[in-house]
């Protein structure tokens, strides 16, 4: 439904938005013991900082795909009104 296309299993774009929705979820719920211990606070011991780019990332490249379909869609069918 966010992106306007059936969800299902077999559809890609779907399944990486509830993976990274996921480990979002993880990573939210995980204790990070850097937040707590003031010495470790420029460590990334659990490497919840790397998880955390790499799931920003990858969140990014999806809703670049999906706003890039969006905009050619709208592009197309603005072409065929002229025609």
Do not use: P, Y
């Not at 559809?11 to 990486?16: A, N």
Request: glycine content about 4%; some cysteine; hydrophobic content about 35%.
């Amino acid at each position: 439904m966010f992106m306007s296309k059936r969800c299902s299993e077999e559809d890609d774009e779907s399944g990486d938005l509830t993976k990274i929705i996921s480990k979002s979820a993880e990573l939210i719920g995980t204790f990070n013991l850097s937040d707590h211990i003031w010495f470790f606070k420029n460590l990334d011991l659990q490497g919840l900082r790397k998880s955390s780019k790499d799931i920003h990332r990858r969140f990014d490249a999806l809703m670049e795909r999906v706003m890039r379909e969006v905009e050619d869609r709208k592009n197309k069918g603005f072409s065929q009104n002229f025609t």
